[in-house]
């Protein structure tokens, strides 16, 4: 009797433990995709920064960009400082760039053309993610995910509807 109860308890601690103590796979979200430039690029003097962005709110608001972007709603990458940049006068570039878990309802490149790095005015959505035509497309990214196949046009001199 002893030793039926000890198997039948060795069968159940046996088919309980489908995987055992090992960890899941070990993803950080983020978004990668495709850059394309199809339009002449600007002087390099009037294009001071370009930077991907993704954010959580749209529209977005001129007033509320900056604290957006300090609330962590708004992500910029590769990180909103006056010496990142994506690379100018490449007309073909992939990105991945980490985010949280969250929706992000408006995707594209921001370029920076006035010497104010606090004033809106010196800054353009110069492409965007499209649904269609102008009409941001929504991506919803989980944890432990990576959302591929992203693919921005920027056009610097037919810009999709301006956000702020």
């Known amino acids: 009797m002893k030793s039926l109860l000890l198997s039948v308890l060795l069968i159940v601690l046996l088919t309980s433990c489908d995987g055992g103590l090992t960890l899941p796979p070990l ?27 993704a954010s959580q709110i749209f529209p ?21 400082s006056l010496d990142s940049t994506l690379a100018y006068n490449v007309n073909v570039q992939t990105f991945h760039a980490k985010v949280p878990p969250a929706t992000y309802y408006y995707i594209g490149i921001l370029a920076r053309h006035g010497d104010q790095f606090l004033e809106t005015s010196s800054y353009r959505v110069v492409g965007i ?35 702020f």
Do not use: M
């Not at 977005?60 to 909103?80: E, K, M, Q, T």
């Not at 499209?130 to 196949?149: A, L, M």
């Open 129 to 163: 993610l499209e649904e269609g035509p102008g009409q941001p497309r929504t991506v919803i990214v989980r944890n432990d995910e990576v959302v591929s196949g992203l693919q921005i046009t920027v056009d610097f001199y037919n810009l999709p509807p301006q956000p």
């Open 27 to 53: 993803i950080e979200p983020a978004l990668e995709g495709t850059i394309t430039v199809q339009s002449p690029w600007p002087p390099q003097d009037s294009v001071k920064n370009l930077w991907l962005f």
């Open 60 to 80: 977005v608001d001129s007033a509320n960009i900056f604290s957006g972007i300090f609330s962590g709603s708004i992500i910029i990458y590769p990180g909103l």
